[in-house]
């Protein structure tokens, strides 16, 4: 697909051959005589990213302790959130991979994503500078600041859990895991019960299981 399209999506007026780098994960270059790839402007833009998001937190939420700002700016700035910005963006359809890359479905990889976003706002800061790189980063990633209590509770579930039983008076949430499947194939299903609420989750990790389940019993306890 054209590159065009790309920079369409993104609303900068980014050049392609700088675009086109910011595409190129090191084993597509590897593969490719080492033309340049991407990990110079991913560094870069994971500062750029950095200090744009802090400066937003830091002017936006002035009632909020240290300990609360870093765990949203840990949200917005995961790769588990960027990939979906990633995903969102259709990079995987543009992304530049070598063959392995390729057949272990690299297009679709979190941290590729990440990653890939990541070295294209570096790339929108060397040409363009901090004010395009702000606004793309407002665009694209800050949206789910609109509602950081939501955020909040979603970006650590089980703490969020334990705190708002605190609130509540009630014992400490218990968590239950099982699991069902062969090791390379194991899905885990997690049961926490607080105060008179039983919540339920699966994933593929057991961490992930318990998370579903805590922000269900979020959901059933409620935030009044």
Excluded: C, W
């Amino acid at each position: 697909m054209a590159l065009e399209v790309l920079i369409e999506r993104l609303g900068v007026s980014i050049s392609e051959d700088l675009l086109r780098q910011a595409l190129t994960h090191r084993s597509y270059s590897y593969e490719h005589r080492n033309q340049p790839n991407n990990e110079r402007l991913e560094f870069l833009g994971d500062s750029v990213l950095g200090f744009v998001v802090t400066g937003h937190l830091f002017e936006t939420f002035g009632d909020l302790d240290e300990g609360k700002l870093t765990k949203l700016k840990n949200a917005v700035v995961s790769a588990k959130a960027l990939a979906k910005v990633g995903a969102d963006l259709g990079l995987g359809e543009f992304m530049l991979l070598g063959r392995g890359e390729k057949q272990t479905g690299g297009q679709a990889k979190v941290n590729l994503l990440a990653d890939t976003f990541e070295a294209i706002l570096g790339g929108v800061y060397v040409e363009l500078g901090i004010e395009k790189a702000r606004a793309l980063v407002h665009a694209l990633v800050l949206g789910p600041l609109e509602n950081p209590a939501i955020l909040l509770e979603s970006s650590d579930p089980k703490t969020s859990l334990q705190e708002r039983a605190q609130t509540l008076g009630l014992a400490s949430p218990n968590y239950v895991v099982t699991h069902e499947g062969p090791d390379h194939d194991r899905t885990f299903f997690a049961i926490v019960k607080v105060g008179e609420h039983e919540a339920k989750g699966s994933a593929r990790t057991r961490k992930d299981a318990e998370a579903v389940a805590a922000l269900e019993a979020l959901n059933l306890l409620g935030t009044n």
